[in-house]
């Protein structure tokens, strides 16, 4: 790779995110996101008590700590699903309260809080109109 004043577009990838849950948490935490949202947990010893889990093409990482309060905020992971229908109809099986926000061109979209209060969000883009020839 060449060195410029820009990096190119592809030079980085979302490896991981963290997310906090309260103390005392975590076997609800195992139980949510491999039942509920279908991720792989990833065994091992991780770093400070903290379970990994494989979610779409990046980890989620889950750490339990003191003192939050995250279910008044907005701030959220977006993940991108291929049919928001069919993943409507599926947290509506596990009996999840689902959320709605603004429209944005383009995509559906929703939202969904864990039972820890991170807030998700799930996005569909629309397929273009058109077809490249």
């Known amino acids: 790779m060449e060195l410029t004043n820009r990096l190119p577009r592809d030079f980085f990838k979302i490896n991981h995110v963290l997310i906090n849950i309260p103390t ?13 949202l279908g991720c792989e947990q990833i065994t091992g010893e991780h770093p400070n008590g903290a379970v990994w889990f494989t979610f779409g ?32 109809i599926y947290l509506e099986s596990k009996d999840m309260e689902i959320q709605y926000s603004s429209a944005i061109e383009g995509r ?20 273009p109109n058109y077809t490249l020839k």
């Open 24 to 36: 005392g948490t975590i076997d609800e935490a195992i139980v949510f996101y491999t039942d509920i």
């Open 108 to 127: 559906k979209r929703l939202f969904i809080r864990d039972p820890f209060g991170n807030r998700f969000e799930f996005i569909e883009f629309k397929k």
């Open 57 to 88: 093409n990046i980890e989620l990482h889950v750490r339990e700590e003191e003192d939050i309060n995250v279910a008044k905020s907005s701030r959220h992971i977006a993940m991108e699903v291929k049919d928001l229908l069919l993943f409507t």
